[in-house]
């Protein structure tokens, strides 16, 4: 068992870091604003491009996620494929967001994509003892692929 402070300080140690993916067309209004909730971007009327479709927005809108910023674990985030290869997303961008935003009041992780009916989603200290980091950083591949989309695949080689 670990704290979540115990946890940070373990993956700055390893150079680990959140992940935020992103469409090239959101980087100067990041640059601008920082990294801002969906809720917030449609409250203000900055541009947006969002990877997400109109099923996982409302998704989001109704579990209240969208007033959140969505990180990964994974460099490779399933939806970020999802996003491109259904032409949400153009040019991907992956941004890398210091694991210390995991000891601020009021974030969240989730044991699977968040949108998942049966995701449970809960604070560091409750979340992080239960998930996986070894097949997350280490054996999955959440790249899709054109005759399995969104199918999580071991990195054997034999895919």
């Known amino acids: 068992m670990f704290t979540v402070a115990e946890f ?10 959140l ?46 996620l969208d007033s959140l910023i969505s990180l990964s674990f994974c460099v490779s985030h399933p939806m970020s494929h999802v996003a491109q290869e259904e032409g949400r997303i153009d040019q991907l961008r992956i941004l890398q967001v210091c694991p210390t935003v995991l000891l601020r009041d009021g974030t969240l992780v989730a ?3 968040a949108t998942a009916n049966d995701a449970v989603i809960e604070r560091p200290d409750v979340m992080l003892p239960q998930l996986d980091f070894v097949a997350a950083y280490e054996r ?16 054997s080689g034999k895919h």
């Open 140 to 155: 999955l591949d959440w790249r899709t692929r054109k005759d399995k989309p969104g199918v999580q695949r071991l990195k």
């Open 8 to 17: 940070v300080d373990r993956s700055q140690q390893l150079k680990r870091m």
């Open 19 to 64: 992940y935020h993916f992103t469409d090239a067309r959101n980087i100067e209004g990041i640059r601008q604003h920082g990294l801002l909730p969906t809720s917030v971007l449609k409250a203000t009327s900055l541009p947006m491009v969002t990877g997400g479709d109109l099923t996982s927005l409302s998704i989001d809108a109704h579990k209240g």
């Open 111 to 113: 044991n699977q994509v």
